[in-house]
């Protein structure tokens, strides 16, 4: 009989199972479940490739004083006297309340104006959401404005 028993028993095992598959096979599921719901997630809320909004920063630059050529009518100025920096195309600054520079412009030419020489300053692409900005035009030191005012484009700055 227990020729009998060993057989029954030999036969009544069940074959040896591979064990890694069935977790192999869920945790590539639930991977591509998992990156399906984040994609699909990304798509319906609009982030990931969208940018931040953007505005240009616009206003002006005055020099005034000795440092402006006099009799000048309707030619265009530019700074003189240890304010030669102060010309079209001088560097614009723009940085955020962080501190962080956030773009850069330039001045565009000067007009004369009652004894002054008047710069239009354009910043393109500054980025929306600080609450005030500073602006440097060369190295003479930030202005500090608040967001609105850089949106609406009521940037004023003077040296002289």
Do not use: N
């Not at 984040?38 to 319906?44: F, Q, R, Y």
Request: glycine letters at 16%; one cysteine or more.
């Amino acid at each position: 009989m227990s020729e009998m028993t060993d057989a029954a028993a030999v036969s009544l095992t069940p074959a040896p199972t591979k064990r890694w598959l069935h977790p192999l096979i869920t945790g590539v599921v639930g991977l591509v479940v998992g990156a399906g719901a984040v994609g699909l997630a990304w798509g319906l809320s609009g982030s990931g490739s969208s940018a931040p909004a953007t505005f240009t920063l616009r206003g002006t630059m005055m020099l005034t004083g000795d440092h402006v050529p006099s009799g000048a009518t309707s030619e265009d100025c530019t700074g003189y006297s240890g304010y030669d920096d102060i010309a079209k195309g001088a560097g614009v600054t723009v940085y955020d309340s962080a501190g962080k520079v956030v773009a850069t412009g330039a001045l565009g030419t000067g007009k004369p104006d009652s004894g002054a020489c008047v710069f239009v300053a354009e910043v393109p692409g500054v980025p929306e959401g600080s609450r005030f900005y500073q602006v440097e035009v060369s190295h003479r030191g930030k202005v500090t404005v608040s967001a609105a005012e850089a949106k609406g484009g009521k940037f004023a700055a003077s040296l002289g």
